[in-house]
Every structure is written in structure tokens, then in C-alpha cells.
């Protein structure tokens, strides 16, 4: 699934906070008509047919957007937005006719129904107009949104880099003479992080982003030896399901930094996926020092988490943090289809 700002920018419109404002816009529009002056009859009945119309109209051209979604989404973002303009003008046209058939009794006998379909027509054609203002505009912000939080991951990445870098050159310094094929690894394991790090902002499979997780924990095994105990319980065949690249690997060094490495006799860190029909979970946990002794470090790879799982998936996606039994846990939730 895309981040924000889709390539198809029609997605945004099956949202439930949009169908709503749709809706409520559509009431307003009743409410001003019913209050405008010049008008004949009950108010109240004017106000029931107005919002009947207008309902019919913005749920038929929503109805007939999503049922030509991929026809639309081939054309440029000009042409989509006139492709929509027009169906909206070709569904007022129907409504406004089938209107006047059905109230031609009721209506003044002076107009026409050449005229009452004009100024329906016309008063389409504002509102969408405004309506394809507003919502370039509300792409353009969303397209913003999502350069700041790239720009938040790669100020998050020039952070983490160097901590895990000089920890992991001083670990094969270490090892380079008592014991060099260990040595060898932990610099093959450190390129492998480097190469996805400086890739840039991305999605990639769940697996190979637990691939990278664990080859930076094994490179922390080393380091603390027999004062860090590692658990993992990951099913054999995982989900074909993306994640930010580099979003697991900063909860578990999160969990290194602020747990295990504040801990004299050390601690143990757990990685688990659970997979149901709709959704993923990876959680993260570890021991942890006192709650006197504070832990409020997770909090920067906890936001970059939670900001990049949310955009990716649009909302459906969640990071959630607590402290359970003494320990330290995140789990990330990823939806299914």
C-alpha cells in the first residue's frame, strides 16, 4: 500500500471522514438554499427536497467516480479532476430532470424546465469547482506531509548511524585477532545495515526488514556476550506485507540502549510476529532498568515508528508502547490486504 498522497489521489475519497464531510456539506447546502429568500411553501418541506436532491446527486457522482476508478486513474490530474466535474454536471443534469417530472405540478408556473435544470447546472458547477480547489489543496498538503516525515527519517537515520557504527567497529576491533571469522561477520552484517540505511526512505518486506533486525542484534550478542539473551519467535513463512525500512531495527537497538545496556547483569530481548487474518504484529520487548532510573529514551525511534507505519498504511497501521510486568514492549500492528 502506498503512503500518503496515493497514486490514485481518488483513494482519499472512500475515506470515512471524507463521506462524511461530503455528506454534512450536502446538508449545509440544503440549509442555505431553504433560507435564501424568494422561496414559496413550507420550509421545512423545501429543506427535505433540497437535501433529497442534493444527496442523490453527491452519492450518484460519488457512486459513479468509484465505479470508473480505473478508467480515471489512467488520465493526468487535470484531466481526472474535469473527468469528475463532469460527472458531477451529468448527474445534477439527471436528478434535475427526473426533479421536474416529478414536481412540475408543485413548482411556479412561470419557470420552465429548461431553466430550473440551468440554474441546478450552474449552481453544480461552483460547488465543484470549490470542490476540486479544495482538494488540490488537501493533496498538496498531503504531499508536504510526507516530505517532513522523509525529512524526520533521514534526521532519525544521521542519529542512529554513528551510535551503532562506532559500537560495531570497536566490537570487530575487538575481535579481529582472538577471534577474526566473527570479526569478518559483524563487518559483513554492519554493510548489510549501511546499504539499506543510505538507500533512503522505502518500503520492504516484513522478512527482510527482520532479516536486518537480526543481524544488528547478533552484532549487540557479541558485544555484551553472555549479558544479553535474545528470543525469537517468528513463524517459518511470513506474510508478504511491507514496512518502513528501518522501523523494527531502532526498537530493537531501543531496546539495547535504554535496557540491556543500563542492566550490571544484563537482560533478555524478545522478537515476535503473530499473524492473524487481518492483521500482523511484531512485538519487541525487553528487560529494563527501574522506572526510577528512567527510560524515556525510546521516545525518538518510537515516533519515527509510529509517523511511518501510520503514513504508510493510512491510518490503519499502529506502533504501541508500554511497560508490562517490568519490562519494556512495542508492538507494531500491520493490516492485512
Known sequence: MPPSSPSNP?????????????????????????????????????????SLGIQWIALGTLGAIYLSRRQLARLSAPAMAWACLGLLLALTAIV???????????MDPASSGVQFVLQLLAMALVVGLLALVAFQNYLHAQQLLLRA???????????????????????????????????????????????CALRGPQHIPLADELALTQRYLDIESLRFGERLRLEWDVPDTLPDVQVP?????????????????????????????????????????????SLAGGNGGHAVGLSSARERVDALTEGRGRVEARVEDGRHLVRMVLPLG
Open 10 to 50: 481518488l483513494e482519499s475519497l472512500w475515506r470515512p471522514t471524507a463521506l462524511i464531510t461530503i455528506l454534512l456539506a450536502g446538508e449545509a447546502l440544503a440549509l442555505i438554499l431553504t433560507l435564501a429568500p424568494g422561496g414559496q411553501g413550507d420550509r421545512l418541506v423545501r429543506f427535505g427536497l433540497a
Open 96 to 106: 434535475a430532470v427526473g426533479a421536474w417530472q416529478v414536481l412540475e405540478l408543485a
Open 149 to 195: 516525515k522523509q525529512l524526520e527519517l533521514e534526521a532519525l537515520q544521521a542519529r542512529i548511524q554513528p551510535h551503532f557504527l562506532f559500537n560495531t567497529l570497536n566490537t570487530g576491533a575487538a575481535l579481529v585477532h582472538a577471534r577474526p571469522d566473527e570479526a569478518e561477520r559483524v563487518l559483513l552484517d554492519l554493510a548489510d545495515l549501511f546499504r
Open 245 to 289: 525500512s528501518l522501523s523494527i531495527q531502532p526498537l530493537a537497538e531501543n531496546a539495547i540502549r535504554h535496557g540491556i545496556e543500563r542492566l550490571p547483569q544484563g537482560g533478555r530481548v524478545d522478537v515476535s510476529v503473530q499473524v492473524s487474518a487481518s492483521e500482523v504484529v511484531v512485538s519487541v520487548g525487553n528487560d529494563m532498568p
